[in-house]
DNA sequence: GACCGAGCTTACAGCGCTGTAAAAAAACTG
DNA sequence: CAGTTTTTTTACAGCGCTGTAAGCTCGGTC
């Protein structure tokens, strides 16, 4: 059984391919008897319009992708959820390109070596930083999302991560923890996209007329709970005294509670815990983290605003928008009240 | 600037539209010179292929849509980067279409409104029984994910739901718990498919020869770990007495260890938990989760092998097949040495 | 040296749809 | 009712690429 094409429907109702094509389309100039009969015929057939014709007809091609470095890293995973969300509400598709971080595939994502697969492309790039993501023009409209500096010639939408980590500090600080460590650095990251929160953390320490002591940063080799285990079970090791933890992000956060669960010091108690992303896993981890949330909802609406005034043409200057975030108090870190109330 | 086509650069090559195209695909018969002289326009005007032209002549588009409920649910998003991972293997793309467990959505992934979108579609339905399935005749060629029964004629790959359980139970049989819950039936699930892990379930203590006791089944109103905490936490405030519990998933596994740590309820001292897929969320849950782990890579790769085989024209019968599972034990359920010297 | 076949290259007709411009039909108008 | 305007329908040229079949080269053969 052949493929129906809109010929053979206009064949069969006696009409222009153009009038199904417009009966498809719901184009109104169209007299309902025409209608009728036409819509006769595509139901007799069993007509399906072909999507790939249609976008090499119209240049469009109702698709966008969305870059990430890891699509099951909750963050990533609930972000892509509103980022689905917003483009279906928009008429778009998404389609999951997975960089594993690696800077060949980022690359490829901006430099693509094909046209016409998709309008627009939502970015986070990791193993980019800012020069050699300007340096790379790509013909197909980008916004970036992600924490590090971007350059002033793209679309960027991310948080205000100073802010907010001033704001974790803050929120330790206000239950009297003294000795706020940082989890952690990763070693060889290029994209500074850690280095935002920890300027966060260090300004919310000086704002408080606090010490820097640097051996309070914690640093770790990737981006793993593994990794950030280990980095606080050998800095517990190593007499490391701490009462509060600052962590880059859930995961991080999360294997902190597990070395810190494992070497016996009780959280919060001992040490007040704050992650960030808010995701499932912190949601539920044991006790509940306290964590910094970036609104996702409304990073995935700007992103598709600016991308979608992009493909409709916008040519100017790069828009940086922020987002808003806020800090979920759980367990790991509860209000200074529930503290001293315990 | 205008998009640059095959046609240009024939002509600046001085060579034909045919001959570009043989460069741009390596196909072997070209004479070095030619070659050259190709890749040399190619270069100078950067020139890149239009994917959709390319797939409107050949037919193929190198895409598959992955068709599942929730993006953001740890075993989704991790079995979407396994699928993401082996179709970038064998060269296709992924578009990600969430269904959202919501029937209207689920049905238009079968019944599509749209030709040319995608070769092949690999969907996990939870909305849509077996003979809902059967009766939607797809075009495109589809391998169905997921633990209820499928339709004969369709390609279904899936993990032996019934022994996973028994093993699960077995491995509470053998620490010595004698009271064991199955959490939890989803009321309203047409798919059956928490159907067979609860089948596993009876039937491990059957082997056992242990009494089936009805109110051991929690039931939920939905699928979150809200749920699963309030049904856990209502058992145990109506005096059900149980030392062992099985999980149809990690996130119930998840707000279940919520709601026993609320209650004072010490695991696995208490109650012993086994969750279901293995995911991050269990990974680090505390204590620590044991899961039955279905293998997914074999998972995905097995759908992407059946999918791959339709799409290049596999017309029998629906192929059925079981790819591995194990129990990976964590402190939740430990072994019963473990149990035992504590 | 005419002939042959393998190796390269080319011309061109689609793939199925939409935009444009123009034709045809219908609706007004005085 | 002829002339004008408006609405509806049509014909057809692309969109950019690939497959096919035919044409051209050129070294090797007898």
Redesign the pocket.
Known sequence: M?????????AVA?????????V??D?????P???RKVQQAIDELG?????????????KTGMIALAIPEIDHPYFSELSRYIAEEASARGYRVLVEQTLSNPAAERAVLNDRE??VVDGVIFHPVSMNSMEVARLKRDVPVVLLGESTMPVTADHVMIDNVVAAQEGVAHLLAQGRRRIAFLGVVEGDVTGSTDQRLLGYQQGLVDARMPLDPRLILSVTDFTPEESARAVREALAAGLGFDGLVCRDDRFATGALYALRTAGVGVPEDVAVVGWDDTELGRWATPTLTSIAPDKRELAATALQLLGERIDGYQGIGRHRIVSHSLIVRESAPLAAAVLSS
């Not at 006696?14 to 417009?22: A, L």
């Not at 184009?27 to 007299?31: A, E, K, M, R």
């Open positions: 052949r493929k129906v094409r809109l010929a053979d429907v206009a006696g009409v222009s391919m153009k009038t199904v094509s417009n498809v389309h184009y109104p100039h169209v007299t008897e025409m209608r007509y399906k319009p072909n999507l790939t014709a249609r976008r090499l007809a119209t240049g046209a016409g």
